[in-house]
């Protein structure tokens, strides 16, 4: 597993956008939000939806004190750290202090393959299942992904620390009896807060998605996920 990695530039974080929108998954669909995307990632999911922070890392390297600002003059009240993967930076927790006490709602997004104690209102855990690795010709990430992309243990640690979501993503209906799986080794979970959410970046692919995982997630007592934002902006950067 990838350690948690001291930022270069000194103090600072690489960070690939900073915006505001409306949060388009999970719990809190439709809260108008500072999005805040940290630039890396210690995975590769084939499906990746945002590869200007995971594939091809690009970014400004922002101090803690210069992406309050920014926050602040977006300010919406909610604020999601969100990715690549916002764990790799070492010195987050001076990021997610820094909003909280600005009296900020803060959301984290993780694949929780890397644990650091922070201050949240909601961690949303995105564990990655099997099919999410990349095909043999991506070389050694196809086996480091694998390596990495599952620890329970992180999983349990962050979801007895702060109120959660589980967020996972289906592709098919192998991937749907893996997550069963998946959920019936992590133990206790409130089934309200594991969201099921279909893989795909254009309206028409979630649309067929959704016609079969609907009621799938109905029957298990689970919840199905849109992807609102797509919906609302298609698959645009920046929302």
Same mark, same amino acid.
Request: include cysteine.
């Given at each position: 597993? !990838?350690?948690?990695?001291?930022?270069?530039?000194?103090? #600072?974080?690489?960070?690939?956008?900073?915006?505001?929108? =409306?949060?388009?998954?999970? =719990?809190?669909?439709?809260?108008?939000?500072?999005?805040?995307?940290?630039?890396?990632?210690? =995975?590769?999911?084939?499906?990746?939806?945002?590869?200007?922070?995971?594939?091809?890392? !690009?970014?400004?390297?922002?101090? &803690?004190?210069?992406?309050?600002?920014?926050?602040?003059?977006?300010?919406?009240?909610?604020?999601?750290?969100?990715?690549?993967?916002?764990?790799?930076?070492?010195?987050?927790?001076?990021?997610?202090?820094?909003?909280?006490?600005? $009296?900020?709602?803060?959301?984290?997004?993780?694949?929780?393959?890397?644990?650091?104690?922070?201050?949240?209102?909601?961690?949303?855990?995105?564990?990655?299942?099997?099919?999410?690795?990349?095909?043999?010709?991506? $070389?050694?990430?196809?086996?480091?992904?694998?390596?990495?992309?599952?620890?329970?243990?992180?999983?349990? #640690?962050? @979801?007895? %620390?702060?109120?959660?979501?589980? #967020?996972?993503?289906?592709?098919?209906? $192998?991937?749907?009896? %893996? @997550?069963?799986?998946?959920?019936?080794?992590?133990?206790?979970?409130? $089934?309200?807060?594991?969201?099921? @959410?279909?893989?795909?970046?254009?309206?028409?692919?979630?649309?067929?998605?959704?016609? /079969? =995982? &609907?009621?799938?997630?109905?029957?298990?007592?689970?919840?199905?996920?849109?992807?609102?934002?797509?919906? /609302?902006?298609?698959?645009?950067?920046?929302?």
């Amino acid at each position: 597993m !990838e350690q948690v990695r001291s930022n270069r530039k000194g103090a #600072k974080l690489r960070i690939s956008e900073i915006y505001s929108s =409306l949060q388009g998954e999970g =719990l809190l669909t439709g809260t108008p939000s500072v999005f805040v995307r940290a630039s890396g990632c210690n =995975l590769r999911c084939w499906f990746c939806d945002t590869p200007f922070a995971s594939w091809h890392p !690009e970014g400004t390297y922002y101090s &803690v004190d210069e992406i309050l600002t920014q926050v602040a003059e977006r300010h919406t009240g909610h604020v999601v750290l969100t990715g690549g993967e916002p764990f790799i930076f070492a010195n987050l927790h001076e990021l997610c202090h820094g909003l909280r006490s600005a $009296g900020e709602h803060l959301t984290i997004e993780t694949a929780a393959t890397i644990y650091q104690r922070l201050e949240c209102d909601l961690i949303s855990i995105s564990p990655k299942l099997s099919g999410s690795a990349p095909d043999a010709s991506h $070389g050694s990430w196809q086996r480091t992904h694998n390596q990495r992309r599952q620890r329970l243990d992180i999983v349990r #640690k962050l @979801m007895s %620390e702060h109120p959660y979501q589980l #967020k996972f993503v289906v592709d098919n209906l $192998g991937d749907a009896r %893996e @997550m069963l799986d998946y959920l019936q080794e992590l133990g206790p979970y409130d $089934g309200q807060r594991v969201l099921v @959410m279909p893989q795909g970046t254009q309206q028409a692919e979630l649309e067929r998605q959704a016609d /079969w =995982l &609907v009621p799938w997630c109905e029957h298990y007592g689970l919840q199905f996920c849109p992807r609102a934002h797509i919906a /609302w902006y298609g698959n645009l950067r920046g929302t």
